[in-house]
């Protein structure tokens, strides 16, 4: 990558350097505490912290997972190109993670479920959704959110250290996966709720710096409109397509709300797109959810998810206003135009806005508080890399591995989470050079474009399933099908052709193309719903004694329910049952033998193994008398009066605040 800042304005001096390392050794301190606190060697212990997390690391949790490095550079970047529209996204989550903490949780933890597959296996029976959930999730996972995750977090280190894009990403990599391997969910929590604090203080540092450096709030309102390139005069006219809006800022760049035809983020997409997404995002997704199922309660679960909708008020103010700012003092950089100049400036030829907030970090702040920025990006690159890796470890043991082998043991289960989490690891380090030539001027945009093609069929199944009891699993499963079709039909042509830019324009038909993806995800999601509801109406419906605590309408059932998937688990409790007796005998035979001494000579090499993943000394006969359904039992669900009151004010309270915020600025 060319372009790369000089020595003066890096991120190389003994100040940042310390304060970097400073940060690194206050992260790995947190895991390893959280590593020998919690109760790692059982499946709950380990993937849900026991069911032991307070609301304020489950509401931090959440918040440091869903803000990624993606969302510095991207928000920022999107903000630099067209304004604070991007910034909806950001608080339309503030009412969806209502729904989350009050609808679709208390049903997960009723069902007694871990995964979102787990939860769908239950409510429709037979093996296929789940299974195609897990699949479309796991590589979601890896080829979207770790590769955009990588691509973003190598912009900010281009730009901050010039250094070796390898070298860096492996040794985040590296470190990431050491803590999310041996600490399990605890340790990501722990550890998520420092990165929130060190997030949020560099961001509110960084922007009172670039509100001085501009003159203030309105001095961005008077600057940001004439924020244009000066070298736009070089362009070829016979060689480029170019118009003034091209190089000219958006004159709705202050507005949330823009035209429903013509705006770069239509309103009713922003409103009606965004949320679907949103609902698919914060609602069904197993990185986010995980964290809510460790809670100790449903009250601390509405309550976390009220302290992350307070902390979702922030990236306007953290990052889109910055990336803004960053367009007005360096105009020729930021809104670069002329691609010859862009590919010198940041190695890409469609634009360079990507680089609004790594330039303003090298070039506004003081030597210790830029290597502080780039902690902040470190945190929230391996924070929301820990995340995806956590709970794709959850998803590939508990949905995929029991199924190839049912009858594995609770130790075994946990060594192949943890064997999965260094083979992403493994696939990511192996996907960098696809990130890196697969750069794009707006990479928020390819984020939530993504999104609308592929997540309103998973959102329209999961809405459905919590709260219409009609749903059967042959209208779920063609529903899936029928709108992943759909999906495809879209977003492979538009990949095909390119997404294009205004120097560049898209080849690809007005009929495929044409419809804007956040109007195009309304559409799939009426769809999908038609569908499903069509075709469970069409076939046999399941029959109430199968859903009592898995919809809605029946989550304070006390009825026996019997488990459309009962006798599938039975053949595994008894797989897992002969297998304990196998290692019961195994383990008299070992007794008796003469082997014995040998092996207590390793005894103490043994139980420091045993240690970092997650297993006490007596592991062994722990195991054999452990069932692993223990995560199985069904929570309670029941709040204290007083503080039920406390959390739904602060409900009010927070979506009158959400309320006031689209107002001010739509």
């Not at 890096?10 to 790995?28: C, E, H, R, T």
């Not at 879209?490 to 804007?516: A, D, K, N, Q």
């Not at 304070?556 to 019961?584: F, I």
Request: proline fraction near 4%.
């Amino acid at each position: 990558m060319e372009g790369l800042p000089s020595d003066e304005t890096s991120v190389k001096n003994p100040a940042d350097i310390s304060v970097i390392i400073g940060y690194f050794i206050l992260v790995i301190s947190v895991g390893i505490w959280s590593m020998f606190r919690g109760n790692r060697g059982t499946v709950g212990g380990y993937f849900l912290a026991g069911r032991t997390m307070t609301w304020w690391p489950v509401g931090a949790s959440l918040f440091a997972s869903n803000i990624g490095s993606a969302h510095f550079v991207g928000l920022a970047g999107t903000g630099a190109a067209s304004g604070i529209a991007v910034g909806g996204f950001e608080w339309i989550a503030l009412f969806i993670v209502l729904l989350l903490g009050w609808l679709f949780v208390p049903v997960y933890l009723t069902a007694g479920v871990i995964t979102m597959p787990q939860y769908l296996k239950k409510r429709f029976g037979g093996r296929r959704i789940s299974l195609y959930l897990s699949i479309i999730s796991l590589f979601l996972y890896i080829f979207t959110k770790i590769s955009v995750d990588m691509f973003s977090g190598a912009v900010f280190i281009q730009q901050a250290l010039g250094l070796n894009i390898y070298v860096a990403v492996i040794s985040l990599l590296s470190i990431t996966a050491l803590y999310t391997v041996t600490g399990g969910l605890a340790a990501l929590m722990y550890t998520d709720t420092v990165q929130t604090f060190v997030i949020i203080a560099g961001a509110l540092i960084l922007t009172a710096f670039s509100f001085s450096e501009v003159g203030g709030y309105s001095g961005l309102l008077d600057k940001y409109s004439t924020a244009m390139p000066s070298n736009f005069t070089s362009l070829d006219p016979h060689r480029y397509n170019i118009s003034s809006s091209c190089y000219t800022p958006r004159e709705d760049a202050f507005s949330l709300l823009r035209d429903a035809t013509t705006g770069d983020l239509p309103w009713p997409g922003v409103l009606f797109g965004t949320a679907i997404a949103g609902i698919w995002y914060w609602c069904t997704d197993q990185v986010i959810v995980q964290r809510c199922l460790a809670a100790r309660s449903i009250t601390h679960v509405k309550a976390g998810c009220i302290l992350c909708g307070y902390l979702k008020v922030l990236p306007m103010f953290l990052m889109v206003f910055p990336g803004m700012i960053s367009r007005v003092l360096y105009p020729d950089e930021v809104g670069c135009v002329v691609p010859e100049e862009c590919k010198k400036v940041c190695g890409t030829e469609v634009g360079c806005s990507n680089i609004a907030y790594p330039k303003l970090v090298v070039s506004v702040l003081p030597s210790g508080l830029r290597g502080l920025m780039l902690a902040v990006m470190l945190a929230a690159l391996m924070s929301s890399l820990a995340s995806v890796f956590n709970s794709s470890s959850t998803l590939f043991t508990m949905d995929i591995w029991t199924r190839i082998r049912p009858q594995a043991s609770e130790s075994e289960l946990i060594i192949v989470g943890r064997v999965w989490v260094l083979c992403i690891v493994a696939v990511s380090i192996c996907w960098i050079p696809i990130v890196q030539a697969a750069q794009s001027g707006q990479l928020f945009d390819y984020i939530q474009a993504v999104s609308s093609y592929l997540a309103p069929p998973i959102a329209s199944v999961f809405l459905l399933a919590v709260f219409v009891k009609r749903v059967n699993e042959t209208g779920a499963f063609w529903g899936l099908i029928g709108g992943l079709m759909m999906g495809l039909c879209r977003m492979l042509p538009e990949f095909w052709y390119g997404t294009g830019s205004c120097i560049f324009p898209s080849t690809c038909p007005v009929l495929v193309c044409g419809v804007h993806y956040l109007h195009f995800a309304i559409i799939l999601f009426l769809c999908t719903s038609v569908l499903v509801l069509l075709v469970s109406h069409c076939t046999e419906p399941i029959d109430e004694q199968h859903l009592h605590r898995l919809v809605f309408s029946l989550r304070h059932s006390k009825e026996e329910r019997k488990d459309l998937d009962s006798e599938q688990e039975e053949s595994g409790r008894r797989a897992r049952r002969e297998a304990r007796e196998k290692m019961r005998e195994k383990m008299r035979e070992k007794h008796n033998s003469d082997a014995l001494a040998a092996q207590q000579d390793k005894s103490t090499f043994r139980r420091m193994i045993g240690r970092l993943c997650g297993q006490s000394g007596s592991s062994q006969s722990h195991e054999e008398e452990e069932e692993p359904e223990a995560f199985e039992k069904m929570p309670d669900i029941s709040e204290d009066p007083g503080w039920k009151h406390v959390v739904d004010a602060n409900a009010l309270i927070m979506m009158s605040v959400a309320v006031f915020m689209w107002g001010f600025y739509a």
